[in-house]
Nanobody, 125 residues
Framework: VQLQACGGGLVQAGGSLRLSCAAS????????VAWFRQPPGKEREFVAG????????YVADSVKGRFTFSRDSDKNTLTLQMNNLKPEDTAVYYC???????????????????WGQGTLVTVSS
């Protein structure tokens, strides 16, 4: 699977951005998929994702109510709608696919096999 993320940019606090991740080479429809981010100088962290095993969408507490994860099986894409952005959301955002089928590992980046190249989101105060 090749993943191509886009949509990052510079936005003021309170603004919105929409990230997209296009997949090729394999359908994402039966894979665990997610968005991760890595803030400057910090470790990568889980943002939101869909777990095929239980058909549920998971969202990190830090972005719950502001970010919305979606996937389009027909277009083979993932989307992360980010509203009410805060300076602490500044990070490189990555889409990932083929995550672990084990629930406790779903939010672990090292449990994903395929990664996009990352797109930078900068939120100014």
């Amino acid at each position: 699977v090749q993943l191509q993320a886009c949509g990052g940019g510079l936005v003021q606090a309170g603004g919105s951005l929409r990230l997209s991740c296009a997949a090729s080479g394999r359908t994402l429809s039966r894979l665990n998929v997610a968005w991760f981010r890595q803030p400057p100088g910090k470790e990568r962290e889980f943002v939101a994702g869909f777990r095929w095993n239980d058909r549920r969408t998971y969202v990190a507490d830090s972005v719950k109510g502001r970010f919305t994860f979606s996937r389009d099986s027909d277009k083979n894409t993932l989307t992360l709608q980010m509203n009410n952005l805060k300076p602490e959301d500044t990070a490189v955002y990555y889409c990932a696919a083929d995550g672990s089928t084990i629930l406790s590992d779903f939010r672990r980046g090292d449990a994903y096999y395929y990664w996009g190249q990352g797109t930078l989101v900068t939120v100014s105060s």
